[in-house]
């Protein structure tokens, strides 16, 4: 079961979760919610994709407006919607060679 309140207080931790300078206990916190909830997972991996972009430019990491936009990304009025199969697929890792 998905509980909005949990995805928006993990939210506000993830930029530190990809970091990597979030606690252990937490960590474990956000990949069990992970588990269960493809919306996060989709953020996680967005984030995380910035970060490394923005680390490769030297920059720092997660400015504040791309966190606002993973926000708005993230419309919470889409967890009422879970039921609707628009998985979005990520393709990656294929056909590389
Ligand atoms: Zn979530």
Redesign the pocket.
């Known amino acids: 079961m998905?509980d909005k309140h949990?995805?928006q207080h993990?939210l506000g931790q993830l930029s530190d979760y990809v970091d990597g300078e979030l606690e252990q206990t937490l960590c474990e916190e956000i990949e069990c919610?992970?588990a269960d909830?493809q919306?996060?997972r989709i953020v996680v991996d967005t984030l995380s994709k910035t970060v490394a972009l923005y680390r490769t430019q030297g920059q720092s990491p997660v400015p504040g407006d791309v966190e606002e936009r993973l926000y708005k990304v993230l419309n919470l009025e889409r967890f009422t919607t879970l039921d609707a199969p628009s998985r979005q697929s990520h393709v990656q890792d294929f056909g590389e060679q």
């Open positions: 998905i949990e995805c993990l919610h992970l909830c919306n996060c």
